[in-house]
């Protein structure tokens, strides 16, 4: 049998299975309207299932930023950061990121993803501990498989777990990890950052968050180590630009020690070519944006608290608000309701979450017209009730 021909029945056979458990995906092409109308196969919907949670994707200053920044550098940086990839903008940004979250320094990278693949095996090693909270973004857990150091899954925001974990294992270790997200992708709950930041310090471990879904939304826009008006100095502080400051990359902010040994020993910064002048130069204008209008960054969990109290949940603690049914062919069936109102919400499924835990991932923007949420949280309601209903039956 020819080579071509076995990879094309292997894969083919994988992706029979995926299809019989509901487990197939499908990219669609979709059509940007403004910061939360979108068009997919001729039908406009209502989205409620991006991350664009400030609207600035759409934002007139953030795109004649963009625009601005082409015309004068160009669309690409054309090399790596290291060889003649560093455009002036970098500069720019990674001050008012260090200054935004309160750090001495920070680094841009390619991506949030490629920031955690990196990071983690540069500051971790095979004689080192990683222990991470279970629900942590999929990057993180690359990046320390990546390390080679021996990791450790506390369950989820259990902080006793955690010092459990560090009691029995962090004398065995020359240095030790402790990373979470400070928004959780999924559940939309908060990390409780103090804590672990006084548990890192009882153990000699050093502490990251990932703040790829806080920062510009929680804590007047600074992220999850400014929620309540506090300032938490956690020293290694990662995220995305491509969220809620609508534009892309990754940073690291931290101390400027940290910072150069990045800019230093860093694989995903050294061997990737740089961002382009148009994202680097919409994140600036993004930064600039939240850091003059708090309230304006308060907006997208405002509306996530609204829509919570219409439909009878506990207050949303971010953006972003699960309704989790279980079952996978019960998920599918009522993202597919939602979409006959022109109402947009991805049905996330295994294996992006637990098997059981199939859910609804529902997030707001600053964007979203509050009549689209009450009419949201209308039709789910009266979805629910329906498959409770029929499941009785």
Known sequence: MPKQQSLDEFTAGKLRVLEKRNLRRHIVSTEMVDAVQVIRDGQQFVSFCGNDYLGLTQHPKIKEAAIAATEKFGVGSGASRLVTGSHPLFDELEAKLARLKGTEDAVVMGSGYLTNMGVLPTLIGAQDAIIVDELSHACILTGSDLSGSREYIYRHNDLDHLKELLTENRSNHRNCLIVTDGVFSMDGDLAPVKELLEIADMYDAWLMTDDAHGIGVVGGGRGSCFVGGQHLK????????????????????????????????????????????????????????????????????????????????????????????????RTMSAARLLEEQDLLVVAIRPPTVPIGKARLRITFSAAHDDQDIARLADFLKQILSQQEENRGD
């Open 234 to 329: 956690v020293p290694l502080q990662m995220g995305t630009l491509s969220k809620a400051i609508g534009s892309y990359g990754g940073y690291l902010c931290a101390s400027g020690p940290v910072v150069d040994f990045i800019r230093t020993r860093c694989r995903t910064l050294i061997y990737s070519t740089g961002l382009s002048p148009a994202s680097v130069a919409a994140a600036i204008a993004a930064i600039d944006l939240i850091e003059a209008d708090p309230e304006f960054a308060a907006l997208p969990l405002r509306k996530a608290q609204d829509f919570t109290s219409a439909v009878g949940m506990p207050a949303a603690a971010s953006p972003i608000v699960p309704i989790i049914l279980g079952d996978t062919e």
